[in-house]
């Protein structure tokens, strides 16, 4: 069975950062995408940041220009670098993986359990 492991989230001042990481553990063959969604209180989920496994990266705009995804393919392994954080990025952060492969079977995607992440202002 494949799992998400996320870490890094924590209390952070606004215009600060905080580095978020997701490993995906198991005997992984191959994750088409892996990325971030967040949901703040009272809010849906939405998409923050996901990069294909070509490297290609699509950003929510609330987010472009201070929010860094990556991956470690052969680790299975996402990040994501938040610089200039404000008090509105505040939510749970979820890891997600699209598209994963194993030698016996396959899902459409995987979540996280989510990791808080609170900007103080």
């Known amino acids: 069975q494949v799992q998400l492991v996320e870490s890094g989230g924590g209390l952070v001042q606004a215009g600060g950062s905080l580095r978020l990481s997701c490993a995906a553990s198991g005997s992984v063959d191959s994750i088409t995408a892996m990325g971030w969604y967040r949901q703040a209180p009272g809010k849906q989920r939405e998409l923050v940041a996901v990069?294909?496994?070509?490297?290609?990266?699509n950003y929510a705009d609330s987010v472009k220009g201070r929010f860094t995804v990556s991956r470690d393919s052969a680790k299975n392994t996402v990040y994501l670098q938040m610089n200039s954080l404000k008090p509105e990025d505040t939510a749970v952060y979820y890891c997600?993986?699209?598209?994963?492969?194993?030698?016996?079977?396959?899902?459409?995607?995987?979540w996280g359990q989510g990791t808080l992440v609170t900007v103080s202002s």
């Open positions: 997600n993986a699209a598209g994963v492969v194993t030698k016996t079977v396959g899902y459409l995607e995987i």
């Open positions: 990069q294909s496994r070509g490297g290609n990266t």
